[in-house]
Every structure is written in C-alpha cells, then in structure tokens.
C-alpha cells in the first residue's frame, strides 16, 4: 500500500509518497517561513502533493506530523508556538476535502515514535520510547503494542515534565522543565550568557567562530571532543538532567528500548556512556535493566513520521470501519 505523509515543521514542510514498508518513493520539501500561514500553507502544500504524482488509486491514507499542542481527534493544529498564522488550521478536513482520502494526523513526536516502532531498527518492539532533543524535546511512547495519545494529546510532553519547579523559566510558562535544562535553545542561551558574562576561555566559543551569539549545542559536542574544561562542566549538568528526565520516562513506561534522536545521534558514547551511568540513581534497576538506550537509526524520520501516521491510521479505520 502506498501512502503520503505531510511533515510540518517550523522552519520546512516535507510531503512524500511512501509505502507501508517504510520506503520513502519521492519527496519534496518547501521552506514554512515564506508561507506566513495556514491560508497560503494549506494550498501549498496540497500542490507539493500534486507534484509527487501519486496515482491515487494506489493511496490508502494521508498522514500528518504537526508540530503541537493538536487535537487529533478534531484533526487541528492548536497552537504551535513556532508557527505563526497556522493557530486551528483544520488540516484533517482541508486534505480530506482536497483529496478525498482518509487523512489522519498526530503531534510530530507521537508521529516519529510510530515511525520507529513500524519502520526503525527496534520495530515491532511493543514497549519503546523515543526522545528527541534538538532546538526543544519531544516524546512518544508505544505501550503494549498501541501509541500513548492521553485524553488530550499531551501524554508524553517529556519536554515539560518539571525537574525543578525553582529551575529556570521555560517558553511554556512552566519553571524547570526538562527541556528547561536540555533543550538545545535552552542549552545555547545558557552558554551564551555564562561565556559573556564571565569572560570564560573556552573551545565552546572558538567552535563558535569566537561569536557569542552562534554558541550552540554542537559547539558544545565539538569542543567537548577537545577535552575542553568548560564544555565537560556544561555536559555532566546536562547529562544529570538528562538522567532525571529519562529515569522518570522508565519508571512510567518500562521500555524495552528508549530511541533517542537529534542531538544523541551527533553526540554518540559521548552522551550514551556517562547518561547510562547517572541512570540508575534516578530509576530501579528492574526498569534499567529491562530496557536498552539506543540512537535513532532512521535517516528519514521526518518524512516517516507522516507516512506512519498515514499507516497507523487506516489500519484503525479499517478496523473500526470509519474515518478518523
Ligand atoms: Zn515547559
């Protein structure tokens, strides 16, 4: 069965025709930012579909990965922070009118958990949690064999799980959440402002080209491959938290694989070895021991996270015997 998947983002939209295997067929990606919005977006993007040339005969569902919060069941985009002019864009009904498909839709995290469960290196596994950390953190869980959605699509928002409610203020109101402290925005705020403020002499900032501003978190892997004292003093904190946000995903899920994305995938050992050793002060050991810690393998998650979407989806329908 061929699919097509819609991944919006905040700064590219990615559609592609894809199977059930997990091949990505063709795909074309578009810049979000130029779009200014949902009223332009929506048209847009329809016509980067039209471009693939599916023979629609062949399509079994569209899928979306959207950036959240959404509502799934509604098939709206609520209010993405990073997406100006999008806030209620009705998605599932603009390309189910448009395309006269089933359309389905779920939250960019959720979506890339279904990806690695049907299309990564640990599929089929039925207890598995990916964790992503890039410029924010996302999470999915997959329990039992079925994705973890919540009464109101926000289970598994890792992101905002409070490490320390005195910790420093997040962009969702919140104080001390966990990507408070690793978020890769946050990570990079943080080491801009101690660099500056303290003078610090530090491969952070010569990896950065000597400019404060450009101090992010792959200066920090960079610098941290030199032994820099600075850039190993930011990393244990990070790895700590780190720790203490993925002890609480064991001890709620108990995964047999937690899949970790972006950020681990750059860093490698360098992340994996000292976070596996921090863990067991923050989880039992019949969780630890129970569960691996991988990177993620999947070179085109964004574009799978639709099409899983798209899969997931119409196994339900057809289940269920009707849309949505
Ligand atoms: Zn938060």
Redesign the pocket.
Known sequence: MKLIGIDIGGTKISVCLGDSEGNVLASRRIAAQPLGGAKLGLPAIAKEIEELKPKWNEIGAIGISSPGPVSSKEGIMLSPPNLKGWEGARLVDYFSDRFQKPVFLNHDAKAAALAEYLFGHAKGTANLVYLTTSTGMGGGAIVNGLLVQGASDTATEV??YVLDPNGPL?????RG?F??FCGGAMLAQKMQKEVGQKGIETAVLQEAGGDLKKIDAACLIRALKQSDPYAQEVWNGFIERLAQGIGIVLMAFNPEVVILGTMAMHAGPLLLDPLKQTLPRFAWKEALQACRIETSRLEKISELSGVAVAVTGFRRHRHEGSVR
Do not use: K, P, V, Y
């Open positions: 992101g905002h997040c962009a969702c109101g919140q959440c990507e408070a």
